[in-house]
Each structure stands twice: as structure tokens, then as C-alpha cells.
């Protein structure tokens, strides 16, 4: 994600040529090296700029534009070319990738389908090194890590988990972390992080049919910590602007940009919620050591285990542990719902609380208390990564015990 792709466009028309380059400009990982609007004088940009991928618009001048491709291809057979035309039949795609193209897009482009064609061509993007041999050039996009957190019953702790885990993350400079807050009436992740939104998920409901990722980007805002917040919508009555296919294009267009999405989901299940969990791929169930939790946790199990792809997605996060409100025992608890408790939060009400009246994540408000311990290991278990700096690190109060 954070390697740039330098890119190079060629396109006579600027009706065509305006659009590319405002989705191409986007596109975080997307860097317009150079734009040209005569076919003939291309192939001189080309060498100037030695970009590392070239997009030949085919529909001003065929003859042109197939000639074009072929001389690209053989004095540059490093650097992919990517086809876009409005003529999207068999023939003009068998042409361009005839005369060596490695990709073919049908003009006017979609945001997702061009994402899908730059992180295939940036694997299969290779070097020739000096000493002759291949080497592949600019790694593949590193696929996002979702979670989704959903809870057992009200108030057991989510968006204080949602809320410390993004944060946590985000302390990873090499990370993009975004949290979505998709309890889309009740939300409370702004008010965790005493962010006043400008734009939130109705926005971009609103403007899902010319949404780009400029746009998008622009929707989220940014906390000190370096997490992005999607905000739940200010307005109630926004919230009917909000369907699951809208969400699942925001997560899909999110995910080309952020290394990590979590998901502070509803307790109502709704067609939304389902979505993210849908899109995720780990899913934390949060509980308490009580009764009803627990049994709901049980319940919580049996339905989404049923459906397709879920099962091995959950994971059981017990929160609060230690706060003495009953006799159920952790172990009692494992029995219950028949697996293990893949994680534990310690309960540390002064420091939690305390946090979330100061609008600041446990990071900054209680930095050595036992839940930040905690939820800090968590998000380096969930971040796939291992610390950035030489460890100085203490592993005191590593409360895992997958
Ligand atoms: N580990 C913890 N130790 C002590 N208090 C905690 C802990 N986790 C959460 N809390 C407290 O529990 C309360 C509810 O937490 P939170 O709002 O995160 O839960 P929630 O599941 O998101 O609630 P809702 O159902 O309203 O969305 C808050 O006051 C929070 O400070
Ligand atoms: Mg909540």
C-alpha cells in the first residue's frame, strides 16, 4: 500500500483523459507520473519518465494506439500496460493484449474493477537486474486485516475494545487503521475520541454512485492517535440511507486503502451489521462472566457458525475480567460455550472511564494500566506484524491464552 505506483497516461480525448486521471489520482497508492495527449509522443514520455505502469487509452486512434502498445511493450517489457476502452467486445480486448497489454479495462472505468487490475499488475510487475536476472518489482498489496467487534448485550464493552484496539494499531506508522462505527443510531466511537465529524457514513450513502476514493478519504476523519474514524450519522433519520450494498462497496473501497478496518457494530444484527461481519475476517464476541452474556454468546455461536465462512472467524473476547460481579469463573465460562476464550481484557473501571469522559484512548489517558496492556497485545496479536522498533516492550500482562 505504501508503495507507490508511478503511473503514465496516454489519451487524445480529454472527456475520456479527465476521468481517468481523477480516479487514478485517488488512488492512494497511485502516483501520475506523467499524462499525454498525442500517441506519438508518448513513447518519448515514456522514457523520460520510466514509469512503472502505463494506461494507453484505445478509442481515439486504433491504428495508433495498437502501434503504440507494441512499441511500448518491446522497448519497455518491464513496464505492464493497461488498455481502457469503451469497446469492451472480445475483438478489441483480444487486440490490445495481442499487441501486449497485460490488462484490459472497459472505459468508463470502475473504481473497483481498476483497483483489481493495479494490484494484479503490480504482481506480476518484475525487474531485470543488472546481473540479468528477474526479480518482481513492487509487492502486492497486503491484504486489509478486518474485525469486526460485536457484543453479547448492551454495555459490555465494545466500542471501548473498538475504540483502544484502533488506536493501539494506528501506533504502527506502517499500519492504516480505520474504524467504522456501524451502531448507526446509538454510536458513541466520536465521542470516545472527542472527534466532531464533518462527514459520516450517510455522506457517503448519499454519494455512493460517483463515490471515488478522494471522496471517501475525505469522509473519514483523523484522530491524534493516527486512526480514521467513519462516523454513524449525525441525524437519525439519516440512518434509511444506509443499506448493506452501500457498505459493503464502502468496506470494499476502504480496504484498498487501510491495512486494518474495524467495525464497532450494533447489537440489533441488522442487515448492515451482517455485512461487515460478512466482509471481516475475524469477528470478536465480547462478553462479560455473566449469565446472560454468556448464554447470548452461546446463541451467537450456534447462528453465525451456521453460516457459510463464519465459523472460524470468532473469536471470544472476554471484558472485564476480574470485576468480581459474580461466580463464574473463566474456566466455567469456557465450558459454557464449549471453546476457548481467545482473549481477556482485565476490568479497570478508573482507568476506562476515565478515558472515556477525557475523550482520549486508554494510549493517552492510562497508558500503563492493565486493559491498555492488555488491548495493546491484542492489537499486535490481530496486527499480523511485529513491533516496529527493537523490542523495548514489556510483556508483563499478556493476558492471551489462545
Ligand atoms: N475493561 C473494562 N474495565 C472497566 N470498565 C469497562 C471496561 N470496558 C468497558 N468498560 C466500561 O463499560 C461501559 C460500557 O462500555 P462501552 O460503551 O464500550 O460498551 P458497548 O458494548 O459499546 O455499549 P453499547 O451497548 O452502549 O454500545 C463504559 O462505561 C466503559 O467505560
Ligand atoms: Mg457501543
Redesign the pocket.
Known amino acids: 500500500m505504501k508503495d507507490v505506483l508511478r503511473i503514465a497516461i496516454v489519451d487524445p480525448s480529454d472527456s475520456t483523459r479527465e476521468p481517468l486521471r481523477n480516479l487514478l489520482l485517488g488512488v492512494e497508492s497511485v502516483w501520475l507520473e506523467a499524462e499525454c495527449s498525442r500517441y506519438e509522443f508518448f513513447i518519448d514520455v515514456a522514457r523520460q519518465s520510466s514509469p512503472d505502469l502505463v494506461v494507453v487509452s484505445l478509442d481515439a486512434d486504433h491504428a495508433k494506439d495498437l502501434q503504440l502498445i507494441q512499441q511500448l511493450t518491446a522497448e519497455f517489457p518491464n513496464i505492464p500496460v493497461l488498455g481502457v476502452s469503451a469497446r469492451g467486445d472480445g475483438q478489441s480486448i483480444l487486440q490490445a493484449l495481442r499487441a501486449g497489454a497485460k490488462e484490459f479495462l472497459t472505459a468508463p472505468v470502475v473504481l473497483e474493477e481498476l483497483l483489481l487490475a493495479l494490484n494484479r499488475l503490480r504482481q506480476t510487475r518484475t525487474t531485470v537486474a543488472a546481473d540479468g536476472t528477474l526479480s518482481v518489482n513492487g509487492a502486492p498489496k497486503v491484504d486489509t486485516l478486518s474485525v469486526c467487534v460485536v457484543?453479547s448485550r448492551?454495555?459490555?464493552?465494545?466500542?471501548?475494545l473498538a475504540v483502544n484496539l484502533g488506536c493501539n494499531l494506528a501506533q504502527d506508522t506502517r499500519l492504516n487503521v480505520a474504524l467504522v462505527d456501524l451502531?448507526l443510531a446509538?454510536g458513541d466511537a466520536d465521542v470516545a475520541l472527542d472527534l466532531i465529524p464533518d462527514y459520516t457514513l450517510a455522506d457517503v450513502a448519499m454519494n455512493i454512485d460517483r463515490l471515488d476514493m478522494t471522496f471517501l478519504r475525505r469522509s473519514l476523519c483523523k484522530h491524534a492517535s493516527g486512526l480514521s474514524l467513519l462516523p454513524h450519522p449525525v441525524q437519525m433519520e439519516d440512518i434509511s440511507l444506509i443499506h448493506e450494498d452501500h457498505l459493503g462497496r464502502v468496506i470494499g473501497l476502504l480496504k484498498a486503502s487501510y491495512s486494518h478496518l474495524i467495525f464497532d457494530l450494533s447489537?440489533r444484527f441488522t442487515p448492515t451489521d451482517l455485512t461487515a461481519m460478512r466482509m471481516s475476517d475475524v469477528i470478536l464476541l465480547v462478553a462479560q462472566l455473566e449469565l446472560t452474556s454468556l448464554r447470548n454468546i452461546v446463541r451467537l455461536l450456534h447462528t453465525l457458525g451456521n453460516e457459510d465462512g463464519m465459523a472460524d472467524k470468532l473469536k471470544v473476547v472476554v471484558?472485564?475480567v476480574g470485576a468480581d460481579e459474580g461466580d463464574i469463573t473463566l474456566r466455567k465460562a469456557e465450558e459454557t460455550i464449549g471453546r476457548p476464550i481467545f482473549w481477556q481484557?482485565?476490568?479497570?473501571?478508573k482507568a476506562?472511564?476515565g478515558a472515556?469522559n477525557a475523550g482520549v484512548p486508554l494510549l493517552t489517558h492510562a497508558p500503563k494500566s492493565k486493559?491498555q496492556v492488555s488491548i495493546a497485545a491484542l492489537a499486535q496479536a490481530l496486527s499480523g506484524r511485529g513491533p516496529q522498533e527493537p523490542a523495548k516492550k514489556e510483556r508483563r500482562g499478556f493476558f492471551s491464552f489462545k
Not at 481484557?345 to 473501571?349: G, I, L, R, S
Open positions: 457484543g448492551g454495555g459490555v464493552g465494545c466500542t471501548s451502531d446509538l447489537k471484558n472485564r481484557v482485565p476490568n479497570d473501571f476506562m472511564i472515556r486493559t
